[in-house]
């Protein structure tokens, strides 16, 4: 049989849980950055964002968080905007939820930005969802209109 000759198996690549996440600086923008909220994931360690700007971008993970800091959809992210491709960006850093929220309390993000959600994006056109759509009037307020 052959002999092992590496420094350890799958739990050691995947490290110790380290938890210098608690309690963390909040780290806000700087110029050639700006906030973005993930829309999906597509997998190779990209994701599609909405940015603040209103522009939807390509991000790519960067390696230090690849397979180690888990993004998923709706979450808030940092990017780092590329100088010669406006469509493409970079992640730098994954807000955590209370991180996000006082974000947006300091007013960096805007008042519609939706957090706490998985899915984000227009929920409204959803064919389904008639039902809460529907008023029902009196013909005492038809004959008044």
């Known amino acids: 049989m052959p002999k092992n000759k590496g420094k350890g ?53 960067r390696g230090k968080m690849h397979k180690k800091v888990w993004i998923a959809a709706g979450d808030i992210v940092l990017v780092g905007l590329r100088d010669y491709q406006d469509d493409k960006a970079d992640v730098i850093l994954k807000y955590m939820s209370d991180e996000a929220r006082l974000l947006k309390a300091y007013g960096e993000l805007p008042d519609n930005t939706r957090l706490n959600e998985g899915i984000v994006g227009d929920l409204d056109d959803d064919d389904d969802n008639l039902v809460d759509d529907y008023v029902e009037f009196e013909d005492e307020d038809i004959d008044r209109i």
Do not use: P, S
Request: proline share 0%; charged share 40%.
């Open 9 to 61: 198996g799958k739990n050691r690549k995947r490290g110790k849980n380290e938890a210098d996440d608690e309690k963390r600086e909040l780290i806000f923008k700087e110029d050639g950055q700006e906030y973005a909220q993930v829309l999906r994931m597509l997998g190779n360690g990209r994701c599609e964002a909405m940015c603040i700007d209103g522009t939807k971008r390509l991000c790519h993970i």
